[in-house]
């Protein structure tokens, strides 16, 4: 089996890629080659026989991606993206990294013939937004209120119509707000909801630019790659017609997680939460839904977390 990522150099990327050289098979077949694509060269994995090739690359340049689909990859993994801050603030960048490669993607597979290659897309609950219902189910209309919603939106419905005319088989995995990112935080609007407990809990400040009263829907970078591998493995004929849903995921107020702070890290983390309003980030993050059925999900086999502690616990034990 051939697979092939973009984004790979993103740490959800990076996850993905131990995780499949790990298990060394996705879909009952045994994993052959990688290819590891982003803007900087991604690590090369320690991959045993996995043959992996590692490059730096622009995709968003005409044909970048035709070499790559020319060798008829068995799965795609499209990961690279702008994130949300950085796509409201460039509206032209976002543009041509978040929709034009997906559609340059779905065209360079209609070119190639690759009906059978299994496309997953993450994309975002970003997409949502507007007037919604107080509880969302997979059928709610998208209504996204930033342009890193919209062109995720944009994508999935292009990713669904190809699928629908046979031309790819997609599917479009919406990602919850992923906590505890590691590393530094990064543009994306989101990103305090990561800073204010991995900052304190390794003894440094962090700013949170949110009413504490906001609630998001969050999943663990752990079960978001448990996501992607199972995405890989559900059939085309149980996905049915519409090829775009939200990964289940845990309902939880600001304030909840800066009391697990406080449970987990004692005062003198907490002591390193300072609070700062920033409208421009309260606005993107308070747009997006934080409650959903996640009934489709959940009958595919999808899992969540049972508790926002669990996702603390699996930051810490990985830190450890």
């Avoid at 982003?38 to 070499?67: F, K, M, W, Y």
């Amino acid at each position: 089996m051939h697979i092939v990522i973009t984004g790979a150099a993103g740490f959800l990327g990076q996850r993905l890629v131990d995780r499949l050289v790990s298990a060394r098979e996705l879909a009952g077949q045994t994993l052959s080659r990688l290819t590891l694509i982003d803007q900087v060269e991604p690590n090369r994995p320690v991959s045993g026989g996995i043959t992996v090739h590692s490059q730096a690359l622009d995709i968003s340049q005409p044909g970048a991606l035709d070499e790559v689909l020319a060798e008829r990859p068995d799965v795609i993994y499209h990961l690279a993206a702008i994130v949300s801050s950085a796509a409201e603030e460039d509206l032209d960048l976002g543009m041509r990294v978040n929709f034009d490669v997906t559609r340059a993607l779905v065209e360079g597979c209609r070119r190639h013939g690759l009906s059978g290659t299994r496309l997953v897309m993450a994309s975002s609950v970003a997409a949502y937004g507007g007037n919604l219902p107080e509880i969302l189910d997979d059928m709610t209309a998208l209504h996204p209120q930033n342009s890193y919603g919209a062109q995720k939106a944009m994508s999935e419905l292009l990713i669904n119509d190809y699928s629908r005319r046979g031309l790819v088989d997609g599917l479009v995995l919406r990602l919850p707000t992923i906590v505890i990112r590691p590393g530094r935080p990064n543009a994306a609007a989101s990103s305090f909801a990561s800073s204010i407990l991995r900052e304190p809990l390794n003894g440094e400040d962090a700013v949170c630019p949110v009413d504490t009263s906001l609630n998001l829907f969050v999943m663990s970078p752990a079960t978001v790659v448990d996501a992607l591998v199972h995405g890989a493995n559900v059939s085309g004929d149980v996905l049915g017609p519409f090829r775009a849903f939200m990964l289940p995921g845990i309902t939880v107020s600001v304030a909840e997680m800066i009391e697990t702070l406080r449970e987990v890290g004692g005062e003198s983390a907490l002591a390193h939460v300072r609070y700062e309003p920033d409208g421009k980030i309260e606005a993107i993050v308070g747009s997006w839904p934080s409650s959903f059925t996640n009934l489709r999900a959940n009958k595919l086999g999808f899992r969540s977390e049972r508790d926002f502690r669990d996702i603390v616990k699996a930051f810490l034990d990985e830190r450890a």
